[in-house]
């Protein structure tokens, strides 16, 4: 969210409501009593609608903020969540290779690095952390490909749920 934007039409909305406020006082003032009383009604208004203004415009923006990091760190954990499983299934592809020959020793290697330097991250939830730390453990045992293949579609649906939204996953 663009909250600049959203700033500026506070700001705007304010001004004209404090300017509203104090024209109407002084207006009220100057029926009432004359000029002194319209000066003194107009300032004490205005200052009184702008200090209200302040006050709900920090109330507003503490909770845009708080909504704006909460998407963010939701989208973070989900992008994170993402490169997880395609590191860990693509780790799991060097290991048990469809084809043939498969990829070298040190591509292998590489891959497991990657795939457990991603799924180390402190930005991923927990459920799908223990997910990726069985699937990659039934990976580096090597001996059961249908056994590595259930631990990665575990976190394929542990992945699915946190984008789904599913609290348990947090």
Do not use: W
């Not at 457990?116 to 927990?126: E, F, K, M, Q, V």
């Amino acid at each position: 969210m663009n909250t600049r934007a959203v700033a500026r039409v506070h700001l705007l909305i304010s001004v004209e409501l404090t300017l509203a406020g104090a024209v109407l006082a002084a207006l009220g003032g100057l029926l009432v009593s004359g000029p002194v009383t319209a000066l003194v009604a107009g300032a004490v208004t205005g200052a009184g609608v702008l200090l209200g203004c302040r006050s709900i415009r920090r109330r507003v923006f503490a909770g845009i903020d708080g909504a704006a990091k909460e998407a963010h760190d939701h989208g973070y954990a989900e992008g994170l969540a993402q490169a997880v499983l395609l590191g860990i299934a693509t780790y799991e592809a060097a290991v048990f290779p469809l084809t043939g020959g498969g990829v070298s020793a040190g591509e292998r290697s590489a891959r497991r690095t990657v795939a457990y330097r991603i799924a180390a991250d402190d930005g991923l939830p927990h459920a799908v952390r223990t997910a990726a730390a069985a699937a990659l453990e039934a990976i580096d045992h090597g001996d059961d490909a249908e056994a590595a293949r259930l631990a990665v579609k575990d976190l394929n649906l542990a992945v699915f749920r946190l984008r789904s939204g599913d609290p348990d996953t947090r």
